[in-house]
């Protein structure tokens, strides 16, 4: 059987060119099926291509082996091991409750379109505060064990202006009013990265700054309202070693990763002097969650590990 036939200009044709053209008779029924087919055929190409990604992922995702959690995240730092304070938060749980985990930085982003997320025998598990309910029941540990009700309810609401707040503005600082200056400093991203991050992150973050509301205040007004979070952080504190007193609890893993933005990824501003000398507990704070929590440290930094 042979694939080629002539057209009416005489010259041969293969199965592919004669797919794509139209016969004398039905013209207009092909005009209207040739780019339904196109558009069909690539998007079933795509499909082919993302599944086969996707399940070759899944097979690296889960040979870390049972009960051990795959956690995504963005790459080291030079000065903080991540840039994301969720993405800190989770590690910081992982270290306290020791469980064993690895990282992955190639898929940062997981399904609810967010870092960090994690894998864990087969399940895919996004937000932060998701991923430490699963991991406490599913390994049957509770760091604020040592907390009464009472304790552990304020520092819930202390989790909450440190995650829903103090974040907020640290990302409008960061990305918008500080125009990525100060963070691209802090983290060894590639030349065309470090060029192209500004151009899309400051209009984008000011955007989602608008959106949850504090884009709508002046650059002064979001220092005042991130100095307010650092005094309350400051005074709950007081002169204990952690928010869960003699031990850390799980409002320090939170917390902690908001912090370390502040005092290691806003080098020379006044964002840092927060910590630094305005509220100097909190500095002192951090250091010894670096010192109890993160022994390795500065092998995990990015001038390190070269990674
Ligand atoms: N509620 C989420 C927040 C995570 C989050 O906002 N992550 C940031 C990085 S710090 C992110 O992925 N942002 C990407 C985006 O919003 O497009 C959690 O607790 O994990």
Not at 153 to 164: C, K, N, T, Y
Not at 276 to 286: F, G, H, I, K, Q
Request: with cysteine.
């Amino acid at each position: 059987m042979t694939v080629e036939s002539v057209n009416s200009s005489g010259v041969d044709m293969t199965w592919f060119q004669k797919l794509f053209t139209l016969p004398e008779d039905g013209q207009d029924l092909y005009r209207f099926l040739k780019p339904v087919i196109v558009g069909g055929l690539g998007v079933f190409l795509v499909w082919k291509m993302f599944n086969r990604r996707k399940w070759k992922h899944r097979q690296e995702w889960d040979s870390v082996g049972k009960d051990v959690v795959l956690l995504h995240q963005f790459v080291r730092g030079k000065y903080c091991p991540n840039l994301s304070p969720f993405a800190l938060k989770v590690e910081t749980f992982l270290r306290l409750a020791n469980i064993k985990y690895e990282v992955d930085t190639k898929t940062p982003i997981g399904p609810k379109g967010k870092c960090p997320w994690i894998s864990i025998n087969g399940d895919d598990l996004a937000d932060s505060e998701f991923v430490i309910d699963d991991l406490s029941s599913r390994f049957g540990v509770s760091l604020d064990r040592h907390l009464d009700t009472q304790r552990a309810a304020v520092l819930e609401a202390v989790r909450i202006m440190a995650d829903d707040h103090l974040f907020w503005c640290v990302v409008a600082w960061r990305y918008w009013l500080d125009k990525c200056h100060t963070f691209l400093t802090t983290q060894k991203l590639g030349t065309v990265t470090t060029f192209m991050f500004p151009r899309f992150m400051v209009s984008g973050m000011k955007k989602k700054a608008q959106l949850q509301g504090i884009g709508h205040h002046t650059p002064h007004e979001i220092y005042l309202i991130c100095r307010k979070s650092c005094a309350t952080l400051a005074g709950v504190l007081g002169s204990d070693d952690f928010f869960g007193g003699s031990d850390p609890c799980r409002a320090d893993c939170a917390v902690f990763g908001q912090l370390t933005q502040l005092m290691w990824n806003a080098p020379g501003t006044r964002y840092e002097q927060l910590v630094t000398d305005v509220y100097p507990n909190l500095a002192r704070y951090c250091l010894r969650m670096k010192e109890r929590v993160y022994p390795d440290w500065t092998q995990l930094l990015i001038n390190h590990t070269q990674q």
